[in-house]
């Protein structure tokens, strides 16, 4: 029998509004379709009533969980367009958020992929672990979510050496907690079962449909922008880019699991040799020169990209917001055929999607 | 501060670029739309050519050649929505589908004005539609 089975825009498996329609033979998945823009609030439109300012702080709300990503790559963008080298220090303070923002986000969504194949237990226990790294951001900015730590030309807040030390032991006690998650999601079975072979996108695929972030790096795709073009410090720092061959939902289980491992490398370095200085430029609205930036950050879901124009005024000309699931979600459907219907909302999750920063 | 590279190309060179990019395995970041200070369009495909960003554009072409061929979606959902937010025509692009706007809104009011209208003027809009529909619903 052939069924037509719609899914969301709103959905138990789905934390925010995506509509996908399911062309069924039975319990197998023939075709599929996706359909966003449930959340299109105009921000960018927005972006060009407001000076640079104002932006970051209408930017950071595009998403809440990688706000700090978006002010960071709009700042990015606008130093891009003045030329304004950013201070050491500054730099490390946006690299420290930047780690802590991707360990949350991981393992939030981990979290969630874990309660989704019925694994509730695993979920609770990974969120409850990840409220040490939300404990962490929490004591340096002030706040769970849009931590307001990025101004142009650097950091807004300084990180004592005490918070230093503080956020330090927090990720003592978050490692072997993170290895433990890490070793269960590699060796147990109904992990295994529920995810291995599903949603499968080959390596070829990931790079013809443009997949970024841990969802190309679970394709076996190398890329990674903190490496490939460093910006903030990051060449700074040591750590490696995992990929994973099995190019399934357990890879992107895995992939993430071992970028926290990368981040916590990256966090230690940036906090152990945190530079003495000045953290920013100072405190004026700056003025967006005429000309254009584009700027790019890996963000947790993957490379997230701002255009930002400037016509010599304080206000931008036009700002242009280009997130990882814009790019990821065109490989759902791929992802979808030949799969049965009850795996659709695990592989629908399997890429982390924010329809929140798609739609902005 | 990541290496941002401007080249300015004409219409006919837009699907060789494409297809050069592409052989030689460089990242389809992005095609960018917008109406440059002196009000001519301006759209640019930038590539990851690590670790610099290269930015191919053209200017004053509203309609140009989708590369959709080459970049698979990776270009599509950018064409879909530069085609409905801001009326640029892709040339070979299928648009019988919408991405971001409302089905009733694409072909009617809102195609093409979205990034373009100044804000004022879209909040005059929104109103006028809204009162039409509260006078239909009242009536």
């Known amino acids: ?360 | 501060m990541q290496e941002y590279k401007q080249i300015q190309i004409t219409k006919e060179e837009i699907v060789p670029t494409a297809l050069r990019m592409r052989h030689d395995g460089r990242r389809l970041v992005m095609i960018y739309g917008f109406y440059q200070t002196d009000g001519q369009l301006r759209v640019s495909w930038d590539y990851a050519v690590d670790p610099a960003v290269e930015s191919y554009y053209v200017v004053g072409e509203g309609s140009v050649p989708s590369v959709a061929e080459i970049y698979d979606e990776a270009a599509r959902w950018p064409e879909l929505e530069l085609y409905e937010l801001m009326g640029i025509d892709f040339e070979g692009l299928d648009t019988s589908k919408r991405l971001f706007l409302p089905e009733n809104l694409l072909e009617t009011q809102g195609k093409g004005q979205i990034l373009v209208t100044p804000l004022a003027e879209l909040v005059d809009k929104r109103d006028e539609l809204l009162g039409e529909k509260k006078e239909a619903s009242e009536e």
């Open chain 1, 1 to 360: 029998m052939s069924y037509i089975v719609p899914i969301g825009p709103y959905h138990p498996a789905l934390e925010e509004p995506i509509h996908a329609k399911l062309y069924t033979e039975g319990e197998v998945i023939k075709d599929a379709e996706v359909f966003v823009g449930y959340n299109h609030r105009g921000i960018e439109k927005l972006c060009t009533e407001r000076n640079a300012i104002q932006t970051l702080v209408l930017v950071e709300r595009v998403c809440g969980i990688c706000s700090h990503s978006h002010a960071l790559t709009y700042a990015m963008a606008v130093e891009g367009v003045n030329g304004i080298q950013t201070p050491k220090r500054g730099d490390y303070i946006r690299v420290i958020t930047a780690e802590l923002e991707r360990l949350h986000s991981h393992m939030l969504w981990a979290g969630i992929a874990f309660h989704i194949i019925g694994h509730d237990s695993m979920f609770m226990h990974t969120w409850d672990v990840r409220e040490k790294i939300m404990d962490a951001l929490e004591a340096l900015s002030g706040n769970r979510v849009n931590y307001s730590m990025v101004t142009i030309g650097g950091a807004k807040r300084d990180i004592s050496d005490e918070l230093r030390r503080d956020i330090l032991a927090k990720l003592d006690k978050f490692e072997p907690e993170l290895a433990r998650i890490t070793d269960i999601a590699l060796n147990d079975k109904t992990i295994a079962m529920r995810t291995q072979g599903v949603g499968v996108m080959t390596t070829e695929d990931a790079i013809r449909m443009g997949a970024n972030g841990p969802h190309a790096r679970a394709s076996n795709v190398d890329i990674d922008i903190r490496r490939d073009s460093p910006y903030c410090s990051y060449g700074d720092f040591e750590f490696s880019v995992p990929v994973w061959p099995s190019c399934d939902v357990f890879a992107r289980v895995v992939v993430r699991l071992l970028e926290c491992v990368e981040s916590i490398k990256i966090l230690r370095q940036a906090l152990e040799n945190l530079p003495e200085g000045p953290i920013n430029l100072g405190k004026k609205i700056p003025k967006i020169a005429e000309g254009q930036c584009v700027a790019r950050h890996e963000a947790p879901r993957g490379g997230l990209s701002y255009l930002v124009v400037g016509n010599g005024s304080q206000f931008n000309h036009r700002v242009s917001i280009h997130v990882p699931s814009f790019k990821n979600t065109p490989t759902v459907a791929h992802m979808l055929r030949g799969n049965t219907v009850a795996d659709a909302g695990l592989i629908i999750a399997s890429i982390d999607p924010c329809f929140s920063c798609l739609d902005r």
